[in-house]
């Protein structure tokens, strides 16, 4: 089957992930994070695409963020995914390839899944099993914009409109984005979620898809409801 064309409108942010091939660990030790961080930001720097959200987990990782331009996105991964590679199989004295594929992604309508798509990446480890809060788990953004606390450098990271909507100062917006996470992601919107990203469908309301429909001249979701959906365990 033919690859579906990817959806790519500077400033839209976007959905992506990132999986090792056959679910194997892309991360060993805390050095292997340091080094993908420091390689993310500087490509991410170099090739224009703000940073909202993300988390690391042992063998995929996830990103929300916004290109600046229309190739943004794959120059940073091109990139990273070089330097990670050459670094992981030098430190671990192995050959191939640590990819599962290209990478994954959707175009994200901001105004109504922007903040809950940011719960859904800081609320991996917890989904996971890893920690009983999202606080408690150290390579993802939660700490930064729930807190305030740069922590392992995150910095870098670009605070959304969406996000800074949430109140009038740091204070207020972090007390605020916490209080989101009282709430519970609705399964509907958690498979939503995992579906539009796997199959590269736009992630918003019908209005939003056929704006990108025009835009990218393909369908920028599902013909119908089909089938139920499979169980998918996955995070």
């Given at each position: ?21 056959n679910r194997q660990a ?84 901001s105004e109504q899944y ?17 920690v009983a809060y999202p ?101």
């Amino acid at each position: 089957m033919a690859r579906l064309p990817r959806y790519t409108i500077p400033g839209q942010p976007q959905h992506i992930i990132q999986r090792g091939n056959n679910r194997q660990a892309i991360f060993v030790v805390e050095a292997d994070y340091q080094f993908f961080r420091n390689a993310l930001v500087e490509a991410a720097s170099k090739h224009g695409l703000a940073i909202h959200a993300y988390v690391w987990m042992t063998n995929h990782i996830h990103l929300l963020a916004s290109p600046e331009f229309d190739d943004s996105i794959s120059k940073v991964f091109q990139a990273v995914g070089r330097r990670y590679v050459q670094y992981f199989n030098y430190t671990y004295r192995r050959s191939g390839t640590l990819w599962e594929g290209r990478y994954r992604a959707t175009i994200v309508d901001s105004e109504q899944y922007l903040l809950t798509l940011m719960r859904y990446i800081e609320l991996n480890p917890v989904r996971a099993g890893i920690v009983a809060y999202p606080e408690d788990y150290p390579w993802s953004s939660y700490r930064y914009n729930a807190q305030g606390e740069p922590g392992l450098n995150a910095n870098w990271l670009v605070l959304h409109e969406e996000y800074l909507r949430l109140g009038r100062d740091e204070a207020d917006r972090q007390r605020a984005y916490r209080r989101l996470f009282e709430s519970v992601i609705s399964n509907d919107d958690l498979a939503e979620i995992r579906e539009c990203t796997h199959k590269s469908w736009a992630l918003g309301e019908e209005r939003f898809k056929k704006q990108i429909e025009a835009v990218g001249q393909r369908r920028a979701t599902s013909k119908g409801v089909g089938r139920p959906r499979k169980k998918d365990n996955r995070v």
